[in-house]
């Protein structure tokens, strides 16, 4: 009788099973360094995953997620998702990162100034499901951190710790 194997690679490396990749989940905490954290999304570049980061709060408060019916909830803690896009046909693509918050339509003015100077483009400023941008390829995951970071903040309507979650899903 022979041995199957668990899993395989593919020419990019990334292991599969049964014809399915295989993805890796870790979750860690940072605060002022964010020496790993800038590493994990480095690891996910070139549409190698996604990752969630969600601030600490002193208050035991839920982060964000939608409901049963699509909607977000009225309450929880901002949170800011970075998913990264495979080439398509040889084409490096954008990735998106999306902020879900409970403050309604940020405008032009605001988001300009909770971005500084990071090139991303603004798809979508919804009332209830938040802001999503996209970010060009080549974005320095320092930045992408930085601008993750900086808008949950911001956003955020609990008294922040100082500590920060990241969530990663790498494929």
Not at 101 to 110: D, I, S, V
Not at 162 to 167: I, M
Request: contains cysteine; aromatic residues 8%.
């Amino acid at each position: 009788m022979g041995h199957w194997p668990i899993a395989n690679f593919n020419a990019n490396g990334l292991a599969f099973a049964k014809g399915k990749s295989v993805s890796t989940r870790s979750q860690f905490q940072f605060s002022f360094d964010r020496t790993e954290a800038v590493g994990a999304i480095e690891s996910i570049s070139s549409g190698r995953g996604w990752c969630n980061v969600v601030p600490g709060v002193i208050d035991d408060v839920e982060e964000l997620k939608v409901n049963s019916f699509g909607l977000w909830m009225n309450h929880g803690v901002t949170v800011a998702s970075f998913v990264t896009s495979p080439p398509r046909h040889g084409e490096v693509q954008p990735s998106s990162l999306g902020l879900l918050h409970t403050r309604g339509r940020l405008g032009r003015e605001r988001i300009t100034s909770l971005l500084g100077s990071a090139p991303f483009t603004v798809r979508q400023d919804h009332s209830q499901r938040g802001l999503l941008l996209e970010v060009p390829a080549a974005t320095r995951a320092t930045l992408v951190l930085e601008v993750m970071c900086t808008m949950t903040a911001s956003l955020c309507d609990y008294e922040l710790t100082g500590n920060w979650r990241l969530d990663v899903t790498a494929r």
